[in-house]
């Protein structure tokens, strides 16, 4: 399966985007709330190219990725309104959105539309993306993942990726994968599980 | 359900995969305000953040960010033919930095991608993304295209100094250390500091402090007894010229 190749180039500009930056976006929060457009380019300097390799990888297609990085960028500069500047993390919400308006697509190429949609957006709620700790958020914490991501089996590896970048509901990766619901969701539930564990352990190690 | 057993679902919750059962379970804790599943949720949203970040890494082409930025003038100003205007001056300036932008970007790019190979102290990784995050910070690549010789990137920055990535460094003898050296336009180098480089022949090294940009001629680094020179005693490892920045 081509989604199989998970991992391996992205990471080491992946970290530098999401990681070490968020500390010092007060600022940058700021000046997008005041609708400075300077800010909008200053923000996309950031996150556009992660932003487009997410999306790409969702898509497959440079032109409709293209469109879907502007889309993204337009729904941050018009909901920033309610993100929080002091507190929020703008990388892990300009991701976020990036991801659904990439799964929002596909579902609509493949009729898959239709609730969906709502609960997509309502998980791209800025407020959502404030409040987190230091440590959930530290290059640590996303060395960490990867060697927990490397732990998991080729089945654990294609639910996350099925759900991440497909936006698979457990059901409908049953169905794909030909797998009753349950196996599907003891892979997805000890993936998970192996990924947290992982962090935890090197919390308290 | 308890929030312990609710832990397993806050990936599938924020990723908008859950079945209506399942979701409406957490809802419901969050909505009583229950603390530990805010937290649970907070982690997943950012385990989804560096998950999703490990995407293999593609740049978007220039015209993206232009066509972004015209459409941000339009709407903003929203005075019809000015704003139409501001969207075409932004047009016209983001195809004239164009090529600029596109040979500092990539070149940061790089220089992004060799910090994360150098083992260094966390402050210092932090101090030498601030460095790159500084639009003020002009990256000059050197070594490229060469197999053996050291490769990296010197970025100066008026205010901020001098910040070197390199790699494929020599291994030092014993007694040995790295000298850089800040060399205005036909001055003589001025000590810049020492640094070892570390097992895979990579180093970060940074001259802190305000930086007369315009007199700059070239950044270099030589091989120096280890309490240092005060001139370059051996013929540089590398030699970066930054003139004309
Ligand atoms: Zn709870």
């Known amino acids: 399966m081509i989604f199989l190749k998970f991992l391996p180039a992205g990471l080491a500009y992946a970290f530098l985007q999401v990681v070490l930056r968020f500390k010092e976006e007060t600022e940058l929060a700021r000046r997008l709330k ?66 659904n308006r990439a799964i929002d697509y596909l579902r609509s190429i493949d009729g898959r ?19 987190f700790e230091d440590s959930a958020l530290s ?13 998991l089996t080729p089945s654990q590896r294609t639910v996350i990726e099925l759900a991440y970048f497909e936006g698979m509901s457990q059901t409908e990766m049953a169905d794909r994968l030909k797998q009753p619901l349950g196996t599907v969701k003891t892979w997805v539930r000890s993936a998970l599980k192996i990924l947290r564990d992982e962090l935890i352990e090197a919390a308290t190690a | 359900m308890t929030c312990d057993e609710l832990r397993d679902m806050h990936e599938l919750y924020s990723l908008g995969l859950l079945e209506r059962e399942e ?76 090529a600029e932008e596109r040979r500092r970007a990539s070149e940061l790019a790089d220089a992004r991608h060799s910090l994360i190979e150098i083992s260094v102290q966390r402050d210092r990784l932090q101090q030498a993304i601030g460095f790159l995050n500084d639009p003020e910070t002009r990256p000059v690549s050197f070594g490229k295209g060469q197999p053996a010789p050291p490769r990296g990137t010197v970025l100066v920055n008026p205010r901020s100094g001098v910040l070197l990535i390199a790699s494929n460094l020599p291994p030092l003898a014993a007694g040995r250390i790295y000298e850089m050296w800040v060399i205005p336009k036909g001055g003589t180098p001025r000590p810049a500091g020492l640094f070892h480089s570390d097992a895979a022949g990579t180093a970060l090294h940074i001259l802190s402090g305000p930086l007369d940009i315009g007199t700059l001629g070239v950044v270099a680094v030589t091989v120096e007894p280890e309490s240092g020179s005060s001139a370059p005693t051996t013929t540089p490892v590398i030699a970066a010229p930054v003139a004309g920045l």
């Open chain 2, 23 to 98: 979701k409406g379970e957490i809802d419901a804790h969050l909505v009583r305000g229950c603390d530990t599943c805010r937290k649970n949720l907070k982690d997943a949203l950012a385990v989804n953040a560096i998950l999703m970040s490990f995407s293999p890494d593609l740049a978007p082409p220039a015209r993206v960010k232009r066509r972004l930025l015209a459409s941000l003038g339009v709407k903003r100003a929203g005075w019809g033919w000015l704003g139409a205007l501001a969207a075409a001056c932004m047009l016209v300036l983001a195809l004239w930095l164009g």
């Open chain 1, 34 to 99: 005041a609708r400075e457009p300077e800010a909008m380019a200053e923000l996309y300097d950031r996150y556009g190219r992660l932003t487009y390799s997410i999306i790409y990888r969702v898509v497959r297609n440079t032109a409709v990725a293209e469109d879907l990085v502007q889309e993204t960028f337009l729904r941050v500069w018009n909901r920033v309104h309610s993100f929080d500047q002091q507190r929020g993390a703008l990388g892990p919400w300009v991701l976020a959105v990036a991801r």
């Open chain 1, 139 to 151: 290059i640590d914490r996303a060395r960490q993942l990867k060697n927990a991501f490397e732990k």
């Open chain 1, 113 to 131: 539309m239709s609730a969906g949609a709502l609960e997509l957006d309502r998980m791209e709620n800025p407020a959502l993306f404030s409040g």
